[in-house]
């Protein structure tokens, strides 16, 4: 996965592709960095931000004020509100397709490219590519995660995407206001906070393009009594809830079961975005539940950056002032 010959002023922790165009992190238990490297995903309205790691922070319209999942401003810890799982439903083992939050011994390979992060790695026979953008236009952010069977026998897995909930600037301003439902008419995971003065109106989405699913939106249930997100206690159990509605500690988690033959490579795609209200929200749902939207959102946001980035290209004898000013140092 991960060959520091290929890259250019790579350092022992990671250095830039050949082109130029990514930054590639070799991440694991023996190889962490000083400190959480990051990469900001957003469009004027609606981002994320992602760490080497896979921690995230995702926000609409106001970074401090509307914050969807948590910001715990720890450069240290980096730890987070947002999580994928993939588990054996045979044996129980789970792991998750990125560093955070229960990634185990497993090597991973990052790459922050000009308006999403990839992780990659191979754990117990899965190879896992789990890709992160937030749309050029719109308010949604996509995790889409390709997983292949590369044992030698059938393999039945589940995946599972984790949320914790803000909708305000602190979770424990905000978590008593939260109220979940499952919506009725495209069956994504909705919520909203009546009680955000600036932002009531705003409906907060959660959804996955799989019907063979079971859900939650009570965190307790979730992470267990004292539980962790490196070991939560849905985990250890075959499904979820369905639990939903007022007076939880609020979260979004979808669990989709996925049954793969030998060599077979399946596609899970998370949708996490907000609209302004619950028709909007449904639109975005809608809109951008189409089988090619995801691949035709990714494809816009490289174009975006492609548009912005290249209008001037420098050339100089010295690569690194060209590696950073061709790109890099816009992009910042």
């Given at each position: 996965l991960f060959n520091p010959k290929d890259l250019l002023y790579e350092n022992g922790l990671g250095g830039f592709s050949p082109d130029g165009r990514e930054y590639v992190i070799a991440a694991g238990p023996d190889r962490a960095t000083p400190a959480p490297w990051v990469n900001i995903l957003a469009n004027p309205s609606f981002g994320s931000m992602i760490s080497e790691s896979g921690q995230s922070c995702t926000w609409c319209e106001n970074a401090h004020e509307f914050r969807l999942t948590?910001?715990?401003?720890?450069?240290?810890?980096?730890?987070?509100?947002?999580?994928?799982?993939?588990?054996?439903?045979?044996n129980g083992r789970f792991w998750s397709?990125?560093?955070?939050?229960?990634?185990?011994?497993?090597?991973?390979?990052?790459?922050?490219?000009?308006?999403?992060?990839?992780f990659e790695s191979n754990?117990?026979?899965?190879?896992s590519e789990t890709t992160v953008y937030v749309a050029a236009e719109a308010a949604v952010k996509f995790t889409v995660l390709k997983i292949k069977n590369e044992s030698n026998c059938a393999r039945k897995l589940s995946v599972t995407g984790y949320v914790?909930?803000?909708?305000?600037?602190?979770?424990?301003?905000?978590?008593?206001?939260?109220?979940?439902?499952?919506?009725?008419?495209?069956?994504?995971?909705?919520?909203?906070?009546?009680?955000?003065?600036?932002?009531?109106?705003?409906?907060?989405?959660?959804?996955?393009?799989?019907?063979?699913?079971?859900?939650?939106?009570?965190?307790?249930?979730?992470?267990?009594?004292?539980g962790e997100l490196r070991s939560p206690a849905a985990m250890r159990r075959t499904k979820l809830s369905g639990k939903i509605g007022a007076a939880l500690d609020p979260c979004f988690a979808?669990?989709?079961?996925?049954?793969l033959e030998s060599g077979e490579e399946r596609e899970i795609i998370f949708r996490l975005g907000c609209g302004h209200d619950v028709d909007d929200a449904r639109s975005l749902v809608r809109c951008f539940r189409q089988p090619d939207a995801p691949r035709k959102a990714l494809d816009a946001v490289r174009s975006r950056w492609e548009d912005i980035l290249g209008k001037v290209k420098v050339e100089t004898p010295n690569t690194a002032l060209n590696l950073l000013t061709n790109g890099w140092l816009l992009y910042q």
């Amino acid at each position: 996965l991960f060959n520091p010959k290929d890259l250019l002023y790579e350092n022992g922790l990671g250095g830039f592709s050949p082109d130029g165009r990514e930054y590639v992190i070799a991440a694991g238990p023996d190889r962490a960095t000083p400190a959480p490297w990051v990469n900001i995903l957003a469009n004027p309205s609606f981002g994320s931000m992602i760490s080497e790691s896979g921690q995230s922070c995702t926000w609409c319209e106001n970074a401090h004020e509307f914050r969807l999942t948590p910001w715990e401003n720890d450069p240290v810890c980096d730890t987070g509100g947002e999580a994928i799982y993939l588990r054996d439903e045979e044996n129980g083992r789970f792991w998750s397709p990125m560093p955070f939050p229960c990634a185990g011994k497993h090597s991973f390979i990052v790459r922050h490219g000009f308006g999403y992060s990839t992780f990659e790695s191979n754990s117990f026979g899965i190879h896992s590519e789990t890709t992160v953008y937030v749309a050029a236009e719109a308010a949604v952010k996509f995790t889409v995660l390709k997983i292949k069977n590369e044992s030698n026998c059938a393999r039945k897995l589940s995946v599972t995407g984790y949320v914790e909930l803000v909708l305000g600037d602190q979770r424990a301003k905000n978590m008593m206001h939260v109220i979940t439902e499952v919506d009725q008419t495209t069956g994504a995971l909705f919520a909203r906070n009546r009680y955000n003065t600036e932002f009531h109106r705003q409906t907060v989405f959660f959804d996955a393009d799989s019907p063979n699913r079971s859900l939650t939106c009570d965190r307790l249930e979730f992470l267990g009594r004292h539980g962790e997100l490196r070991s939560p206690a849905a985990m250890r159990r075959t499904k979820l809830s369905g639990k939903i509605g007022a007076a939880l500690d609020p979260c979004f988690a979808i669990h989709v079961n996925i049954d793969l033959e030998s060599g077979e490579e399946r596609e899970i795609i998370f949708r996490l975005g907000c609209g302004h209200d619950v028709d909007d929200a449904r639109s975005l749902v809608r809109c951008f539940r189409q089988p090619d939207a995801p691949r035709k959102a990714l494809d816009a946001v490289r174009s975006r950056w492609e548009d912005i980035l290249g209008k001037v290209k420098v050339e100089t004898p010295n690569t690194a002032l060209n590696l950073l000013t061709n790109g890099w140092l816009l992009y910042q």
